[in-house]
Nanobody, 122 residues
Framework: QVQLVESGGGLVQAGGSLRLSCAAS????????VGWFRQAPGKEREFVAA????????YYTDSVSGRFTISRDKAKNTVYLQMNSLKPEDTAVYYC???????????????WGQGTQVTVSS
């Protein structure tokens, strides 16, 4: 069992930056891909970014490509999502998830965190 805890959310003005962290406990991330998803009020959860265990495969959804960067620190058992040039439409609850396969679909991930709120004001 892998427990995931997100942190780093908050309120930021448009154009600002935040760095989200996803820390694993219980078991390590060893061998797992990690994805970030988000869900805005009244909308379905959507894929944001994902990284495989060796960090040589990374995917972003088009709307965040060039603004967000996903990375992982194996020694710290933590995955990060650096978010720059934030826009009001980035406002959502952000979730990290871990799974054995890498992809943009929620069903590909077995373990989920509780989420962290990101609010971008205009």
């Amino acid at each position: 069992q892998v427990q995931l805890v997100e942190s780093g959310g908050g309120l930021v003005q448009a154009g600002g930056s935040l760095r989200l962290s996803c820390a694993a406990s219980g078991r390590t991330f060893s061998g797992y891909a990690v994805g970030w998803f988000r869900q805005a009020p009244g909308k379905e959860r959507e894929f944001v970014a994902a990284i495989n265990w060796s960090a040589d495969r990374i995917y972003y959804t088009d709307s965040v490509s060039g603004r967000f960067t996903i990375s992982r620190d194996k020694a710290k058992n933590t995955v990060y999502l650096q978010m720059n040039s934030l826009k009001p439409e980035d406002t959502a609850v952000y979730y990290c998830a871990a799974g054995r396969s890498l992809g943009p679909l929620s069903k590909e991930y077995d373990y989920w965190g509780q989420g962290t709120q990101v609010t971008v004001s205009s």
